[in-house]
């Protein structure tokens, strides 16, 4: 199960993220393209098989508005297709 997460830079700036951490050592990483509908639980839902063997996998937002933590629902209808 992942997380949510804020990296901070030096001047204490942070940019709201998920990170899905496998169990044992990360065979690798990836970094989760996202939509323009911020982290949410179909982006969350891409990042999880990743890490179910061994993947690192980090979604970031990438759009930077007035507050942090925002993401727009979107109806769930089909279980996300993951590329691998």
Known sequence: MGKDITPRA??????DGYR????GAP???L???RDIFGINHPIRDVCEPFAEPG?????????IGPKTGWSL??????SPRVAM
């Open 10 to 15: 030096g001047d204490g700036w942070g940019l």
């Open 73 to 78: 629902a979107i109806r769930r209808t089909t």
């Open 27 to 29: 065979v690798g990483g």
């Open 20 to 23: 899905a951490e496998p169990m």
């Open 31 to 33: 970094v989760v393209c």
């Open 55 to 63: 993947y690192l996998a980090v979604a970031r937002r990438c759009l």
